[in-house]
């Protein structure tokens, strides 16, 4: 079975470009989390979906940042203008709602803005 | 949201067994405790989950305390792969907040 898909893997841009990140969930998950890493801040919640639905965007840093999901198959995250304090992993994850709903994540997608 | 505490690092030896505590006195009664590790340079993966009763799996164990203040992720034998850092995080039943803490590092030496 294909876990959580993430791409690209590796971003190397520029300050001030358009970056963006895609995630395509577990079939069958109807909730789809962003996270970012950092070594100073750890794993940090950005947003979640269910069922296509923004539900808590609070850990969005600001707004330079949106996320969407056109469908229950796929999810993007945007940083525009990507500045270099966003270089961090960021990482995908889906689950389904009900029941305890474990946690399946993507590999990550590692940006660096120079 | 609800909270966790685990100690920042431990050490194991290899093929010894490891008990890493977590901490979590603010439970409520629906709260799902979840385990996972991230292995250098991959994505955090689920490693077991429990509500009142002790589970067992292919990866690990978790004793959970008769009050669930407190619970403990059991590794039988430790091996150098187990090297990773640990999550421990609570999973409303009704809400999707999985906040992540710092987690316990561990280190398992040969």
């Known amino acids: 079975d294909a876990g959580v898909i993430q791409s690209p893997r590796h971003e190397v841009t520029e300050m001030g470009q358009e970056v963006t990140l895609r995630c395509k969930p577990i079939s069958g998950h109807n909730s789809l989390f962003w996270y970012r890493q950092t070594m100073m801040r750890g794993l940090e919640l950005l947003i979640y979906?269910?069922?296509?639905?923004?539900?808590?965007d609070s850990g969005m840093p600001e707004d330079r940042f949106s996320a969407k999901m056109p469908n229950a198959s796929f999810s993007t995250l945007k940083i525009q203008p990507s500045e270099p304090r966003d270089s961090a992993v960021y990482f995908c994850a889906s689950s389904t709602r009900r029941g305890p709903g474990e946690l399946f994540f993507g590999e990550g997608s590692r940006l660096t803005v120079l | 949201d609800a909270k966790t505490t685990q100690p920042n690092s431990m050490e194991s030896n290899e093929e010894e067994p490891v008990h890493l505590p977590c901490n979590h006195s603010t439970i409520s009664g629906t709260d799902y405790i979840h385990w996972y590790r991230q292995l250098p340079s991959q994505g955090p993966e689920y490693v077991i989950h429990g509500l009142t009763s002790n589970v067992n799996n292919r990866m690990a164990s978790l004793a959970i305390a008769e009050d669930r203040k407190s619970s403990t992720l059991i590794l039988h034998r430790a091996t150098l792969r187990d090297a990773a850092v640990y999550y421990c995080?609570?999973?409303?039943?009704?809400?999707?907040?999985?906040?992540f803490g710092p987690g316990t590092r561990l280190s398992v030496l040969p």
């Open positions: 979906f269910n069922n296509n639905v923004p539900i808590d």
């Open positions: 995080i609570l999973r409303p039943a009704y809400g999707q907040n999985f906040v």
